[in-house]
């Protein structure tokens, strides 16, 4: 087993699934506790037309699928606060639509297209030196983003009326944390794949509901469920010789079903008493 951390490859793999796990914990508490889970849905499904389209214009998928991601992220903002369309309704036709026009430009794109089933299904073991400096870069200013302006975060967030009565930039604020979800979706894309990477950004978080609904100690505890789950299931796939992502989302599932088990054993004996 100790064999295998001597290959780059696993290597790359290793810090890929810590550094993800972090950021998509991070990125996952803001949208669990903000009950945006449909527009991550909608938005990694979106960025499946920018991966169609830069396969049929010969530039880099994952360059377009940021365009397409923040293109989408902000769309569904600007509908739902600007032109007071539902968001649910916003989120449906940005789903439709990237999976569309994935679906058209792959089509047109002439001969086989490569590595397209590591971005549906993912593989983690395809990660290279760029793509951890990239995840890299995004975690330094995710935490810096975070660290320097927390509390205006929160305000923004979750009482955005109050946030304008203390002149706080409510807009800017949500605006930028709707791109750094985007960003954080795309940059994922690779690890767990556009199928499965929803589970990323909401098991942990629904692990750590079990023992708190508070957002700093909820963000520690997912961090914690995402960093352990996704380092044992990249080991259980070596083991295993299955896909990782697989084995990444099953144990986020086992990892939330002793959770739940836990709290609701805590909660009976707090009856009980």
Same mark, same amino acid.
């Given at each position: 087993?100790?064999?295998?951390?001597?290959?780059?490859?696993?290597? #790359?793999?290793?810090?890929?699934?810590?550094? $993800?796990? &972090?950021?998509?914990?991070?990125?996952? %508490?803001?949208?669990?506790?903000?009950?945006?889970?449909?527009?991550?849905?909608?938005?990694?499904? $979106?960025?499946?037309?920018?991966?169609?389209?830069?396969?049929?214009?010969? /530039? !880099?998928?994952?360059?377009?699928?940021?365009?397409?991601?923040?293109? !989408?992220?902000?769309? /569904? +903002?600007?509908?739902?606060?600007?032109?007071?369309?539902?968001?649910?309704?916003?989120?449906? &036709?940005?789903?439709?639509?990237?999976?569309?026009?994935?679906?058209?430009?792959?089509?047109?794109?002439?001969?086989?297209?490569? +590595?397209? #089933? !590591?971005?549906?299904?993912?593989?983690?073991?395809?990660? %290279?030196?760029?793509?951890?400096? $990239?995840?890299?870069?995004?975690? /330094?200013?995710?935490?810096?983003?975070?660290?320097?302006?927390?509390?205006?975060?929160?305000?923004?967030?979750?009482?955005?009326?109050?946030?304008?009565?203390?002149?706080?930039?409510?807009?800017?604020? #949500?605006?930028?944390?709707?791109? *750094?979800?985007?960003?954080?979706?795309?940059?994922?894309?690779?690890?767990?794949?556009?199928?499965?990477?929803?589970? *990323?950004?909401?098991?942990?978080?629904?692990?750590? +509901?079990?023992?708190?609904?508070?957002?700093?100690?909820?963000? *520690?505890?997912?961090?914690?469920?995402?960093? /352990?789950?996704?380092? $044992?299931?990249?080991?259980? !796939?070596?083991?295993? #010789?299955?896909?990782?992502?697989?084995?990444?989302?099953?144990?986020?599932?086992?990892?939330? %079903? &002793?959770?739940?088990?836990?709290?609701?054993? @805590?909660? @009976?004996?707090?009856?009980?008493?």
């Amino acid at each position: 087993m100790l064999d295998i951390l001597g290959y780059s490859f696993f290597q #790359n793999a290793l810090l890929g699934v810590l550094i $993800a796990g &972090v950021a998509a914990a991070i990125v996952g %508490t803001y949208i669990v506790t903000r009950r945006m889970v449909f527009i991550a849905g909608g938005v990694t499904h $979106a960025c499946f037309g920018g991966l169609g389209l830069g396969y049929f214009l010969g /530039v !880099s998928p994952i360059a377009m699928a940021s365009v397409f991601a923040v293109a !989408s992220s902000l769309g /569904v +903002e600007w509908l739902s606060t600007r032109q007071h369309v539902r968001r649910d309704s916003a989120i449906a &036709v940005i789903w439709a639509l990237g999976m569309a026009l994935g679906t058209l430009f792959i089509f047109l794109t002439p001969g086989y297209v490569p +590595e397209l #089933n !590591s971005f549906l299904f993912g593989n983690i073991l395809t990660i %290279t030196t760029s793509d951890l400096l $990239a995840f890299g870069a995004f975690l /330094v200013v995710l935490l810096a983003f975070f660290g320097l302006f927390y509390r205006t975060i929160i305000a923004c967030a979750f009482d955005p009326d109050f946030a304008r009565t203390m002149n706080l930039p409510v807009t800017a604020v #949500n605006c930028t944390m709707t791109v *750094l979800t985007a960003l954080c979706i795309v940059l994922t894309i690779r690890l767990i794949g556009i199928m499965l990477l929803l589970s *990323l950004f909401t098991m942990p978080q629904m692990t750590a +509901e079990n023992f708190t609904r508070n957002f700093r100690p909820m963000a *520690l505890i997912s961090v914690a469920a995402s960093v /352990v789950c996704s380092v $044992a299931g990249l080991v259980a !796939s070596y083991v295993l #010789n299955v896909p990782a992502s697989a084995t990444i989302v099953i144990m986020l599932v086992v990892a939330y %079903t &002793v959770a739940r088990l836990i709290g609701n054993k @805590k909660r @009976k004996s707090a009856l009980m008493i």
